[in-house]
């Protein structure tokens, strides 16, 4: 097995007193998109800010193409390669779609194709039409497309993506897969927090299923398709 | 009405506008971004001024011109802009997370700091600039004459809003500035270095401070009082505006400029009052000024005192202070006993603003506004009518807590740094009728002659007086915290929308909150104006306030008796320090710091942790 591209071990994590993150144990492969799956309030969005180094993680461990992320300002770690699309969106409301696109901006690795806004309206031709539209004049769906467009405009070797088909239309949940497809052609992995079952099987390579903080199944997406009991107990699906 | 007048009042009026609109625009962006609002905008302002007066001059004996005269200019602007970077990574850095009342007296702190060393460094003295080559001939409009450096100034406003524009629209920078002035979490994940960005806002604030205060050398010499005045007045316009809106600062500073030349001929002593008065009504009807917005990100950071078990013995404790405090006269002097009344009185003013902020969450930076308002009242009473000191006292109280419900109704509409606004500008509403309605109240001199009866004359009777109203006062609003209405308060603190959707009227128990708070403080007031027999505008000033908050600050914000605690060692280092040295600004402002950087929680808060660690 090649070596991978983010390694995580035994990431827990607390808010105040309450601990919420139990020794979490991942690895994330180039080109690979890794569900972690689980029930409101598992853990998932808590897992995805600690390795952005958005919650303090009491005790990370993490690498990155082999660096260290512990101690890390989150800026540098987004520096290193690492997206970040964060489950309410969080669009710059204030600014163009064209604006928003600017300021995840950054230069591609050497021998890479850099993300272009031209690229990305291909990718999402709603946005093609609405540059100059401000973000709080947009839809939910439409703020989604933009917030992974934005992500990518850093050019990521992975992209931390929370919950992407939440609050938006089915449509627009097709689009989003459509989307995920493309940058794992394009080499990007994709760590993936979803609830939505049914989406997160049709896109992602493997799973995590998370239950108050704990991973209860690791393994390939195919295996937790047929284990219908554990799929029942912890996802209710 | 002469037509050629009143164009000449009105071009004044935009070229006040302007510099007024320079300054306050990089106090807007400072905050858009970093959500600091930054009282030593001001002091940056005034160390453009002095800078400038002192390096023109310089520079023009070198080679005189306008070239270099202008080249001085933007020379001092870019020095006030590298204090600002530094100003920046020393303190500012640190307290992005805190909460806004430890921002704002942080910041104040760096006044204080600022006010003495600029004594030290330009001299006591004021400093006149020279005037601008090539610009010493007034211009004819109308027949009239009119400087022609106020022509080149109405044209700086507009010059600096179009280039600010162009920054913040058309460069990468701007974009980032804006980006983080709504989201600066998300800037960092998209690999945004924040730390970089804020300084460089701060460079761009601190510049723009600068020139507003260097542009001014040709009107005003460089003086030790430009700091306060124009901060008020860059506060008023940045509120009125919207926080963090350069347009809207624009808009606000042409309004103002028009208000201050025109008013001043309607009601000639009345300027200050004017300026702020439009503060409290476009904030009245619009609370997040022209182009502001509620607050999103963030919420108020309320801090205040939590739930403690209740300390064993507490009625002993409490028997235990009163029989000092009953037997403090037979062993002090005449001088203790009159420090000892002081720190009681100014005691019973921090408490009363610890219901504010500690248990409502109401963090008012113009708590002075009641204690003068008792304070005033009380001596009004007795100067106009003649009244007994016994019949003084309630006045006083009545006008304070008449004062609290009224701007109470305004405020209680309001959250976090618009709130803390609001209410400095109803302090300095009061401030400026007390200082300027000389018939009435005096003015600057304010009215002497208020003496307490004689059965309470003499050091032992006033302050066994001034003991019993603040024990009583304070067990009072003690029981009153304990109440479920304090309850209720705190919950509003913690988290408005639960607590409203538990049905808690909080907007009525705030106001309830406000007056009670201000009626005390009036008593605290009434009871000051009796002990020094005589009153003037500075009890009602920004420093009266800042002094209580401080105390709350030292003794702990997140107990109930810090407030007591912090006047007595606030008063009492005051007394001691302050005679030995001529920097006690200085000393102080760095204290400031330094609990808010270091001691966050107080005295009583931090012995109480030590306390509770061991137990």
């Known amino acids: 097995m090649t070596t991978p591209l983010l390694e995580v071990w035994n990431l827990c994590a607390s808010y105040g007193r309450a601990q919420v993150l139990f020794d979490l144990t991942f690895r994330l492969h180039q080109g690979e998109v890794l569900a972690l799956v689980g029930r409101n309030g598992a853990g998932k969005t808590t897992t995805l800010k600690a390795i952005m180094g958005l919650v303090s993680a009491s005790a990370k461990q993490a690498t990155f193409k082999g660096k260290s992320l512990a101690g890390l300002p989150t800026y540098k770690i987004a520096r290193l390669g690492l997206g970040y699309v964060p489950e309410d969106r969080r669009i710059f409301t204030d600014l163009t779609v064209e604006e928003n696109l600017e300021t995840g901006r950054r230069p591609a690795p050497a021998g890479r194709s850099p993300w272009t806004p031209e690229r990305l309206f291909r990718l999402f031709p709603n946005l093609a039409e609405m540059r100059g539209r401000r973000g709080n004049q947009m839809s939910g769906g439409e703020q989604q497309m933009l917030t992974i467009a934005r992500t990518l405009m850093g050019n990521p070797d992975a992209i931390l993506l929370d919950e992407p088909s939440e609050g938006i239309a089915p449509v627009i949940v097709q689009m989003m897969a459509e989307a995920i497809r493309a940058m794992k052609a394009e080499g990007v992995a994709v760590l993936l927090s979803e609830q939505n079952w049914a989406f997160a099987a049709g896109i992602s390579d493997r799973a995590c299923v998370i239950e108050r903080g704990e991973i209860r199944f690791q393994g390939s997406m195919d295996e937790l398709m047929a284990d219908e009991a554990l799929r029942a107990e912890t996802l209710g699906v | ?615």
């Open chain 2, 1 to 615: 009405m002469d037509p050629a007048f009143l164009a000449v009042q009105a071009l004044s009026g935009l070229s006040s506008a302007s510099s007024l609109f320079i300054t306050a625009c990089g106090l807007t962006i400072v905050f858009g971004v970093t959500r600091i609002v930054n009282f030593a905008h001001g002091s940056l302002y005034m160390i453009g001024a002095y800078t400038a007066a002192t390096l023109v001059p310089r520079l023009l004996e070198l080679s005189f011109g306008p070239v270099t005269f202008w080249a001085g200019i933007l020379a001092s602007a870019l020095i006030v802009g590298v204090i600002g970077v530094i100003i920046e990574v020393l303190l500012l850095r640190r307290i992005y997370g805190a909460p806004e009342l430890f921002q704002l007296l942080a910041t104040f702190g760096v006044v204080l700091v600022v006010q003495d060393l600029v004594v030290q460094v330009f001299g006591p003295q004021d400093i006149l600039g020279p005037r601008a080559p090539g610009l010493r001939a007034p211009v004819e409009i109308l027949g009239r004459r009119f400087p022609s450096y106020e022509l080149v100034l109405i044209a700086a406003g507009p010059i600096v809003l179009g280039l600010v524009w162009l920054l913040l629209r058309k460069t990468r920078f701007g974009v980032l500035v804006r980006a983080a002035t709504q989201d600066r979490d998300m800037v960092a994940s998209l690999g945004v270095n924040q730390a970089l960005l804020f300084t460089g806002t701060l460079f761009l604030g601190a510049f723009l401070a600068g020139l507003g205060g260097a542009l001014q050398i040709p009107r005003v010499s460089a003086n030790t009082g430009m700091d306060l005045s124009i901060i008020a007045e860059a506060f008023v316009v940045t509120v009125v505006g919207g926080m963090g809106s350069v347009p809207g600062a624009f808009l606000a500073a042409l309004i103002i400029g028009q208000l201050q030349a025109f008013g001043i001929l309607i009601f000639p002593k009345s300027t200050l009052v004017v300026v702020f008065l439009l503060m409290a009504v476009v904030l009245a009807i619009r609370p997040y000024g022209f182009f502001g917005r509620a607050e999103v990100i963030g919420g108020t950071h309320a801090v205040g005192i939590a739930s403690r078990t209740p300390l064993p013995g507490r009625s002993l404790i409490l028997l235990v202070v009163v029989a000092i405090l009953a037997a403090f006269p037979l062993v002090a002097d005449a001088y203790l006993l009159k420090v000892a009344t002081e720190i009681l009185i100014f005691a019973l003013f921090a408490f009363s603003l610890q219901l504010l902020i500690g248990v409502g969450g109401i963090v008012s930076f113009g708590h002075a506004a009641f204690f003068g308002l008792g304070a005033y009242g009380a001596a009004l009473a007795v100067k106009w009518y003649g009244v007994s000191m016994e019949a003084a006292l309630p006045l006083g109280l009545a006008l304070a807590a008449l004062g609290a419900a009224l701007v109470g109704a305004f405020v209680v509409r309001l959250s976090g740094i618009y709130l803390a606004m609001m209410t400095l500008a109803a302090a300095q509403i009061l401030y400026a009728v007390a200082f300027q309605w000389v018939e009435v109240t005096g003015g600057d001199n304010g009215i002497v002659g208020v003496w307490p009866s004689p059965w309470a004359g003499g050091p032992v009777p006033y302050y066994l007086l001034t003991a019993a109203l603040t024990v009583v006062t304070v067990l009072l609003l003690k029981r009153i915290i304990d109440a479920p209405f304090g309850y209720s308060l705190r919950a509003a603190r913690d988290s408005e929308a639960r607590a409203e959707a538990i049905g808690l009227k909080v907007r009525q128990h705030r106001w309830l909150a406000f007056t009670i708070a201000g009626a005390a403080a009036g008593l605290a007031g009434g009871i000051y104006a009796f002990s020094r027999g005589s009153v003037d505008p500075s009890l009602l000033g920004i420093s009266t306030s800042v002094d209580a908050l401080t105390m709350l600050l030292l003794g702990g914000i997140q107990t109930v008796m810090g407030p007591l605690v912090g006047a007595a060692v606030l008063h009492a280092l005051r007394d001691w320090i302050m005679p030995l040295t001529s920097l006690w600004r200085l000393l102080l402002g760095l204290s400031i710091i330094a609990m808010v950087l270091i001691f966050p929680r107080g005295l009583v808060g931090t012995v109480r942790d030590r306390w509770e660690a061991r137990a």
